[in-house]
């Protein structure tokens, strides 16, 4: 079955960055790209960005370019999330999610929380 | 990047129906073309209960329906049970899923 798990919780002082893992299994890395979706507390979802698994090319929103690095790990089908220059108002539970409407996929890792404070 | 509206809050009894609406409201409608609503409950990863503005993934409860009218979905959840309590979401994307946007949210009280 499709699973993605995702690396533990981080607590990371302002200005630092922090970089987040989500392991996948139980479907052909490379034939799907990875979303990374996070949410504040007591907020709503924000879309960050996508990575194809096939050959790293990303998707990401404007806010967030500059900051934020997507990357993949073909050899242990894992996706990493960067994100640079931390500053309280990124603390978040970060996802990443299998998301691929045209083969009725929509699976999700089980969220990792990233506390940036001083 | 588009911009997605959605009403704060809904509430309903159980048994009636309510309808959620998103609608993009950015001059790039055109790229985000496609809608999804995911449910949420406090503490817990979204889940899909729609995509491709109508389809329903297998498992999902036949009380969830999408449609599609211009620029706007909407979500219609009928026979409103007190499981459907929580945050929905829309989110819009590209014809190849590989950009989207989330809706702001909306809590449903029944």
């Known amino acids: 079955q499709i699973q993605l798990v995702q690396s533990g919780a981080e607590v990371k002082k302002p200005g630092a960055s922090v970089k987040v893992a989500c392991k996948t299994s139980?479907?052909?890395?490379?034939?799907?790209?990875i979303n990374w979706v996070r949410q504040a507390p007591g907020q709503g979802l924000e879309w960050m960005g996508w990575?194809?698994?096939?050959?790293?090319?990303?998707q990401s929103p404007q806010n967030l370019q500059g900051r934020l690095t997507l990357t993949t790990d073909k050899s242990t089908t894992t996706a990493y999330m960067e994100l640079r220059r931390l500053t309280s108002d990124d603390t978040a539970t970060y996802y990443c999610?299998?998301?691929?409407?045209?083969?009725?996929?929509?699976?999700w890792g089980q969220g990792t929380l990233v506390t940036v404070s001083s | 990047q588009s911009a997605l509206t959605q009403p704060a809050s809904v509430s309903g009894s159980p048994g009636q129906s309510i309808t959620i609406s998103c609608t993009a409201t950015?001059?790039?409608?055109?790229?985000?073309?496609?809608f999804s609503w995911y449910q949420q409950y406090p503490g817990n990863v979204p889940k899909v209960v729609i995509y491709?503005?109508?389809n329903r993934p297998s498992g999902v409860s036949d009380r969830f329906s999408g449609s599609k009218s211009g620029n706007t979905a909407t979500l219609t959840i009928s026979g409103l049970q007190a499981e459907d309590e929580a945050d929905y979401y829309c989110?819009?994307?590209?014809?190849?899923?590989?950009?989207?946007?989330f809706g702001p949210g909306t809590k449903v009280t029944v």
């Open positions: 989110s819009s994307y590209s014809a190849s899923a590989t950009s989207r946007v």
């Open positions: 139980g479907y052909t890395f490379s034939n799907y790209g």
């Open positions: 950015s001059s790039d409608v055109g790229t985000y073309t496609y």
């Open positions: 491709d503005v109508s």
């Open positions: 999610a299998l998301i691929v409407p045209a083969d009725s996929f929509d699976f």
């Open positions: 990575i194809s698994g096939f050959n790293g090319e990303t």
